[in-house]
C-alpha cells in the first residue's frame, strides 16, 4: 500500500524525539488515589464501594449507569477514604472515590488468569470489554464495547487501530508499538473474532519506523493483517481520514464509521481489550507521555489511574524553572489546567508542560481575520472556519449549525495555520455545547411537527 | 399607422387599465378589510417603543395587539413600569392591580479582595469562552461570576457594570429585561422585585469547606439564617441559601449572624453605594 495523505492539514513541529527513545517506566503513587466517577463519555458511573471497605487492584469500584457510561475499577489496594467532591479534569468539582494506597498493589482474585479467546463467542468478548470498563484511549472516552456492536455486524470489512499519534509530543502509542506490539495485534485478533470476515490495518505515521518493524514482523504470516503508513502530517490520526484511507470513501457528516463498513480503535484501546479478554485485566492503568519544553524529565510512564498529576510533575524535580503552562494532551488538541492536582484518568495521553504559552504571544498579535481563506485550505474536514467562527461571535448558533459546525473535531489545525491569530478553535469549543442543545431542539420541533 | 394615433391609443388603453385595476382595489380594500382595534393603537401609543422583547411578546406592536385582545395583562410591560401600566389600563377601562418594578440581581460577591484566584486565563475574553474552558476562569469557585461583562454588553439600558471583578446591577436605571440574565453561563442574575430588601449574594454549590477555601464572602451553609428568620422565607437547596422575596419582610434577622455578610441589604445607603460602579 502506499502512502497515505489527506487533503488539508499542517505541519507543526514534532518534537518527538524528547521522549520517543525512553522506555516506559512504571510509575507508582505514593499519595491518595482520586477516581471521578465521570471519566468516560456519558453518565457518571455509580459507586459500588463505600467509606472504609478495603479494595484490590483491578476490583471493580464504581458501575456503569446506562448504555452510554462505564465501570470504573481501583488500580491500587487499600482503603476507600471517602466519596466526595474533588477537583477533576474538567477543573471542576466532582464526585470522586478517594483510594488511600497501601502500597501493596495486591491484586483482586481472577486479575491476571489467562483465558482463551478463540474459544470465545463475540457476545462473550464484548461483555468483557465492557466489564473491563474500557473506553476509546485516544482521548475521546466513548465506551468502547457500543463501538463493537454495530447495527450492522455483517458488513464491517476493515478493522483499523490507530497508531498515527499525529499530535505533536506525544509517544505513548509509539513506545505501546515498539515494545508491546503483541498486545496491539492481539487486541486485533480479538475483536476479528467478533467480525470473522473483516481485516485489520494497523495505521502509523511514517515517523515511527520502529513501531512499523516491530508490528510488521508481529503479523508476518497472517495475511488478514497489513500495515497501512501514513504521511506526516497533522491530524493524521482524524477519524475520518483513516476511514477515507481504507474504505476510499468520505464519511458523511453525522454518520458513523460503520456505515463505511470501518471500526477504528486506538491502539492503546486494543491493547486493553486484549488484556481485558485474555489476561482478565480492567482497564485501571495507560501509557502517558510527559513532554514539553518545561519537563526536566520528559519520557513514557505507565501511570495508575486516580495518580495526581502532582505527583509525576514535581515542582522540584520535574517542572523547569520559568514555566508558564501545563497542558492535559498535546499541545494541538490538549487543554491547560488550572492545577496541578487534579487526577490523571483513562482519557488522559500527556502531560505537556510549556515554558512559552503560544496562546499568549497568539493573542498579542491578533488581528481582525483577514479573508486569506487559509484556515478552508487546511482544515481536514473540509469546513468554513471563518465563517463558523463569525457566526459564533455574532452569537448565531443557528447559523454555525447551518455551516456545519458541529462537525467540527476540535483540531486547531485552522487555528494554527491562521496568520490573524484567529482563536478559532477556543471559539468553536465555546459554542458546541448550546449549538449542540439547539440541534436536538431543531430535530424535536421537526420530529413534533411530522 | 401615425405616430400621433399610436400615441393615442395608448393613452386610452393605459387609462383603462388604471380604471379597472383602481375599481378592483377599492373592492377588495372594502372585501378584504382589516379593522384595526382603535385601542390597540392607542395602547400601542403609550408604550415606550423600545422594542427590546423583554415582555416575551415580538416587540412594542405585539404586546399592544396581546393587551387590545385581552390576552396579556395590563402592567405587561417591564420597561414601563406603573406609569404606563396606568395609562393603559385607563384605555382598557381595567385596574391596573399592584405592579411592582422587576429589577436584576447578580449572585455573587466574589470582588478581587474576597475571591481566591488560582491561575491567569488567556484566551478570548469573554464569559462563555472562559467558561467553556476547564477551570472556568481565574477564579477557584466555579460558580461565581467571571468578570468578562457578557451581560454588561446585552444591556440596553446602561444598567449593568464590572466593578471590582464582578458585575454590579444599578438598581435606577436597570428595567428588569432580563437580557443579561440570558446571557451570562454562570446563570448567575436572577431578575426579583425592587422592593426586596435582602437577597442572597452567592451562587456556589459546593460545601462549605470548599467555599472556604474559595472566597470569604461565600455561603457557608451554616443555615443560621434558615433558624433565624421567623417568617419562613429562608430556605436551603444545593448548598445555598436562597429568600423567598414574597414572604421576606425585610427584618434582617437573616443577617445578623452571617459568617460570610453574604445577605446583603440592596436598599440601604452602603450597599447601594456598593452597586452604583465608580464610574
Ligand atoms: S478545529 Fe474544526 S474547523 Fe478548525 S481545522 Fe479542525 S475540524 Fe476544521
Ligand atoms: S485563516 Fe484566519 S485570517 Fe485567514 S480567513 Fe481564516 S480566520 Fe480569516
Ligand atoms: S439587561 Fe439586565 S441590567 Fe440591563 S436593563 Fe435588562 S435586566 Fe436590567
Ligand atoms: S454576571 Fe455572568 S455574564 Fe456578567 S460578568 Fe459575571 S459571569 Fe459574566
Same mark, same amino acid.
Given at each position: 500500500?502506499?502512502?497515505?495523505?489527506?487533503?488539508?492539514?499542517?505541519?507543526?513541529?514534532?518534537?518527538?524525539?524528547?521522549?520517543?527513545?525512553?522506555?516506559?517506566?512504571?510509575?507508582?503513587?505514593?499519595?491518595?488515589?482520586?477516581?471521578?466517577?465521570?471519566?468516560?463519555?456519558?453518565?457518571?458511573?455509580?459507586?459500588?464501594?463505600?467509606?472504609?471497605?478495603?479494595?484490590?487492584?483491578?476490583?471493580?469500584?464504581?458501575?456503569?449507569?446506562?448504555?452510554?457510561?462505564?465501570?470504573?475499577?481501583?488500580?491500587?489496594?487499600?482503603?476507600?477514604?471517602?466519596?466526595?467532591?474533588?477537583?477533576?479534569?474538567?477543573?471542576?468539582?466532582?464526585?470522586?472515590?478517594?483510594?488511600?494506597?497501601?502500597?501493596?498493589?495486591?491484586?483482586?482474585?481472577?486479575?491476571?488468569?489467562?483465558?482463551?479467546?478463540?474459544?470465545?463467542?463475540?457476545?462473550?468478548?464484548?461483555?468483557?470489554?465492557?466489564?473491563?470498563?474500557?473506553?476509546?484511549?485516544?482521548?475521546?472516552?466513548?465506551?468502547?464495547?457500543?463501538?463493537?456492536?454495530?447495527?450492522?455486524?455483517?458488513? @464491517?470489512? %476493515?478493522?483499523?487501530?490507530?497508531?498515527?499519534?499525529?499530535?505533536?509530543?506525544?509517544?505513548?502509542?509509539?513506545?505501546?508499538?515498539?515494545?508491546?506490539?503483541? %498486545?496491539?495485534?492481539?487486541?486485533?485478533?480479538?475483536?476479528?473474532?467478533?467480525?470473522?470476515?473483516?481485516?485489520?490495518?494497523?495505521?502509523?505515521?511514517?515517523?515511527?519506523?520502529? &513501531?512499523?518493524? *516491530?508490528?510488521?514482523?508481529?503479523?508476518?504470516? +497472517? +495475511?488478514?493483517?497489513?500495515?497501512?503508513?501514513?504521511?506526516?502530517?497533522?491530524?493524521?490520526?482524524?477519524?475520518?481520514?483513516?476511514?477515507?484511507?481504507?474504505?476510499?470513501?468520505?464519511?458523511?457528516?453525522?454518520?458513523?464509521?460503520?456505515?463505511?463498513?470501518?471500526?477504528?480503535?486506538?491502539?492503546?484501546?486494543?491493547?486493553?481489550?486484549?488484556?481485558?479478554?485474555?489476561?482478565?485485566?480492567?482497564?485501571? !492503568?495507560?501509557?502517558?507521555?510527559?513532554?514539553?519544553?518545561?519537563?526536566?524529565?520528559?519520557?513514557?510512564?505507565?501511570?495508575?489511574?486516580? $495518580?495526581?498529576?502532582?505527583?509525576?510533575? $514535581?515542582?522540584? +524535580?520535574?517542572?523547569?524553572?520559568? $514555566?508558564?503552562?501545563?497542558?492535559?494532551?498535546?499541545?494541538?488538541?490538549?487543554?491547560?489546567?488550572?492545577?496541578?492536582?487534579?487526577?490523571?484518568?483513562?482519557?488522559?495521553?500527556?502531560?505537556?508542560?510549556?515554558?512559552?504559552?503560544?496562546?499568549?504571544?497568539?493573542?498579542?498579535?491578533?488581528?481582525?481575520?483577514?479573508?486569506?481563506?487559509?484556515?478552508?485550505?487546511?482544515?481536514?474536514?473540509?469546513?468554513?472556519?471563518?465563517?463558523?467562527?463569525?457566526?459564533?461571535?455574532?452569537?448565531?448558533?443557528?447559523?454555525?449549525?447551518?455551516?456545519?459546525?458541529?462537525?467540527?473535531?476540535?483540531?486547531?489545525?485552522?487555528?494554527?495555520?491562521?496568520?490573524?491569530?484567529?482563536?478559532?478553535?477556543?471559539?468553536?469549543?465555546?459554542?458546541?455545547? *448550546?449549538?449542540?442543545?439547539?440541534?436536538?431542539?431543531?430535530?424535536?420541533?421537526?420530529?413534533?411537527?411530522? | 399607422?401615425?405616430?400621433?394615433?399610436?400615441?393615442?391609443?395608448?393613452?386610452?388603453?393605459?387609462? @383603462?387599465?388604471?380604471?379597472?385595476?383602481?375599481?378592483?382595489?377599492?373592492?377588495?380594500?372594502?372585501?378584504?378589510?382589516?379593522?384595526?382595534?382603535?385601542? !390597540?393603537?392607542?395602547?400601542?401609543?403609550?408604550?415606550?417603543?423600545?422594542?427590546?422583547?423583554?415582555?416575551?411578546?415580538?416587540?412594542?406592536?405585539?404586546?399592544?395587539?396581546?393587551?387590545?385582545?385581552?390576552?396579556?395583562?395590563?402592567?405587561?410591560?417591564?420597561?414601563?413600569?406603573?406609569?404606563?401600566?396606568?395609562?393603559?389600563?385607563?384605555?382598557?377601562?381595567?385596574?391596573?392591580?399592584?405592579?411592582?418594578?422587576?429589577?436584576?440581581?447578580?449572585?455573587?460577591?466574589?470582588?478581587?479582595?474576597?475571591?481566591?484566584?488560582?491561575?491567569?486565563?488567556?484566551?478570548?475574553?469573554?464569559?462563555?469562552? &472562559?467558561?467553556?474552558?476547564?477551570?472556568?476562569?481565574?477564579?477557584?469557585?466555579?460558580?461565581?461570576?467571571?468578570?468578562?461583562?457578557?451581560?454588561?454588553?446585552?444591556?440596553?439600558?446602561?444598567?449593568?457594570?464590572?466593578?471590582?471583578?464582578?458585575?454590579?446591577? +444599578?438598581?435606577?436605571?436597570?428595567?428588569?429585561?432580563?437580557?443579561?440574565?440570558?446571557?451570562?453561563?454562570?446563570?448567575?442574575?436572577?431578575?426579583?422585585?425592587?422592593?426586596?430588601?435582602?437577597?442572597?449574594?452567592?451562587?456556589?454549590?459546593?460545601?462549605?469547606?470548599?467555599?472556604?477555601?474559595?472566597?470569604?464572602?461565600? #455561603?457557608?451553609?451554616?443555615?443560621?439564617?434558615?433558624?433565624? #428568620?421567623?417568617?419562613?422565607?429562608?430556605?436551603?437547596?444545593?448548598?445555598?441559601?436562597?429568600?423567598?422575596?414574597?414572604?421576606?419582610?425585610?427584618?434582617?434577622?437573616?443577617?445578623?449572624?452571617?459568617?460570610?455578610?453574604?445577605?446583603?441589604?440592596?436598599?440601604?445607603?452602603?450597599?447601594? *453605594?456598593?452597586?452604583?460602579?465608580?464610574?
Amino acid at each position: 500500500m502506499g502512502k497515505y495523505s489527506f487533503r488539508g492539514g499542517v505541519h507543526p513541529r514534532g518534537y518527538k524525539e524528547l521522549s520517543a527513545q525512553k522506555p516506559f517506566e512504571v510509575f507508582l503513587p505514593k499519595g491518595d488515589l482520586v477516581f471521578p466517577l465521570s471519566q468516560h463519555l456519558g453518565k457518571p458511573a455509580v459507586p459500588v464501594v463505600k467509606k472504609n471497605d478495603l479494595v484490590k487492584v483491578g476490583q471493580l469500584i464504581a458501575k456503569a449507569d446506562g448504555f452510554i457510561s462505564s465501570n470504573i475499577h481501583s488500580s491500587v489496594s487499600g482503603k476507600v477514604k471517602i466519596i466526595e467532591p474533588r477537583l477533576n479534569n474538567a477543573g471542576i468539582l466532582g464526585e470522586s472515590i478517594v483510594i488511600e494506597n497501601d502500597g501493596e498493589y495486591t491484586p483482586a482474585e481472577g486479575v491476571g488468569e489467562f483465558s482463551d479467546y478463540t474459544t470465545m463467542t463475540g457476545k462473550e468478548i464484548i461483555d468483557k470489554v465492557k466489564e473491563a470498563g474500557i473506553v476509546g484511549l485516544g482521548g475521546a472516552g466513548f465506551p468502547t464495547y457500543v463501538k463493537l456492536m454495530p447495527k450492522n455486524p455483517e458488513e @464491517i470489512r %476493515w478493522i483499523v487501530a490507530n497508531g498515527a499519534e499525529c499530535e505533536p509530543g506525544i509517544t505513548c502509542d509509539d513506545r505501546l508499538m515498539v515494545e508491546h506490539p503483541d %498486545w496491539v495485534v492481539n487486541g486485533l485478533k480479538v475483536v476479528l473474532q467478533i467480525f470473522p470476515t473483516a481485516r485489520a490495518v494497523i495505521a502509523i505515521e511514517e515517523n515511527k519506523p520502529d &513501531a512499523i518493524n *516491530a508490528i510488521e514482523k508481529e503479523i508476518s504470516g +497472517d +495475511d488478514r493483517f497489513s500495515v497501512l503508513v501514513l504521511k506526516v502530517k497533522y491530524p493524521q490520526g482524524g477519524e475520518r481520514n483513516l476511514v477515507h484511507a481504507v474504505s476510499g470513501q468520505y464519511m458523511e457528516s453525522g454518520a458513523l464509521p460503520a456505515s463505511l463498513g470501518v471500526i477504528v480503535d486506538n491502539t492503546a484501546t486494543l491493547a486493553a481489550i486484549y488484556k481485558a479478554v485474555c489476561l482478565n485485566t480492567p482497564l485501571y !492503568e495507560r501509557g502517558l507521555t510527559v513532554t514539553g519544553s518545561g519537563a526536566a524529565n520528559p519520557g513514557n510512564y505507565i501511570v495508575k489511574f486516580g $495518580t495526581l498529576a502532582s505527583e509525576i510533575l $514535581t515542582f522540584e +524535580d520535574d517542572i523547569r524553572l520559568g $514555566t508558564k503552562k501545563v497542558v492535559l494532551g498535546g499541545p494541538m488538541m490538549g487543554v491547560a489546567i488550572p492545577n496541578l492536582d487534579i487526577p490523571l484518568e483513562k482519557r488522559n495521553n500527556a502531560l505537556t508542560v510549556l515554558l512559552e504559552d503560544d496562546v499568549e504571544t497568539a493573542q498579542k498579535q491578533m488581528t481582525n481575520c483577514i479573508r486569506c481563506g487559509k484556515c478552508i485550505r487546511v482544515c481536514p474536514l473540509g469546513l468554513y472556519p471563518q465563517m463558523m467562527a463569525e457566526a459564533v461571535e455574532r452569537n448565531n448558533l443557528q447559523r454555525f449549525i447551518d455551516v456545519h459546525g458541529l462537525d467540527c473535531i476540535q483540531c486547531g489545525t485552522c487555528n494554527y495555520a491562521c496568520p490573524a491569530k484567529r482563536p478559532l478553535t477556543q471559539l468553536f469549543k465555546q459554542a458546541k455545547p *448550546a449549538a449542540m442543545a439547539l440541534n436536538r431542539l431543531n430535530q424535536a420541533k421537526k420530529e413534533g411537527g411530522k | 399607422m401615425s405616430s400621433g394615433a399610436l400615441l393615442v391609443i395608448t393613452i386610452i388603453l393605459l387609462g @383603462i387599465v388604471a380604471l379597472l385595476v383602481g375599481v378592483m382595489l377599492v373592492f377588495a380594500g372594502n372585501k378584504f378589510a382589516v379593522a384595526v382595534d382603535p385601542k !390597540e393603537s392607542a395602547v400601542r401609543e403609550s408604550l415606550p417603543g423600545n422594542n427590546c422583547g423583554a415582555c416575551g411578546y415580538p416587540g412594542c406592536d405585539g404586546l399592544a395587539a396581546a393587551i387590545a385582545k385581552g390576552e396579556a395583562p395590563v402592567n405587561k410591560c417591564p420597561v414601563g413600569g406603573a406609569p404606563v401600566a396606568a395609562k393603559i389600563s385607563e384605555i382598557m377601562g381595567v385596574a391596573a392591580g399592584e405592579s411592582v418594578r422587576q429589577v436584576a440581581f447578580v449572585r455573587c460577591s466574589g470582588t478581587c479582595d474576597k475571591a481566591v484566584t488560582n491561575s491567569q486565563y488567556i484566551g478570548i475574553r469573554s464569559c462563555s469562552a &472562559a467558561a467553556a474552558i476547564p477551570g472556568k476562569g481565574e477564579k477557584l469557585c466555579q460558580d461565581g461570576c467571571l468578570g468578562f461583562g457578557e451581560c454588561v454588553a446585552q444591556c440596553d439600558f446602561d444598567a449593568i457594570h464590572i466593578v471590582d471583578g464582578i458585575a454590579y446591577v +444599578d438598581r435606577t436605571k436597570c428595567v428588569g429585561c432580563g437580557k443579561c440574565a440570558k446571557a451570562c453561563p454562570q446563570h448567575l442574575i436572577e431578575i426579583i422585585p425592587d422592593d426586596s430588601v435582602y437577597a442572597v449574594a452567592c451562587a456556589s454549590r459546593d460545601k462549605g469547606k470548599a467555599v472556604k477555601a474559595q472566597c470569604s464572602a461565600g #455561603c457557608i451553609g451554616c443555615r443560621g439564617c434558615v433558624i433565624r #428568620c421567623k417568617n419562613g422565607a429562608m430556605t436551603f437547596a444545593n448548598n445555598l441559601a436562597h429568600i423567598d422575596y414574597e414572604k421576606c419582610t425585610g427584618c434582617g434577622d437573616c443577617t445578623v449572624k452571617c459568617p460570610s455578610k453574604v445577605i446583603v441589604n440592596r436598599l440601604s445607603p452602603q450597599d447601594q *453605594a456598593a452597586e452604583k460602579p465608580a464610574s
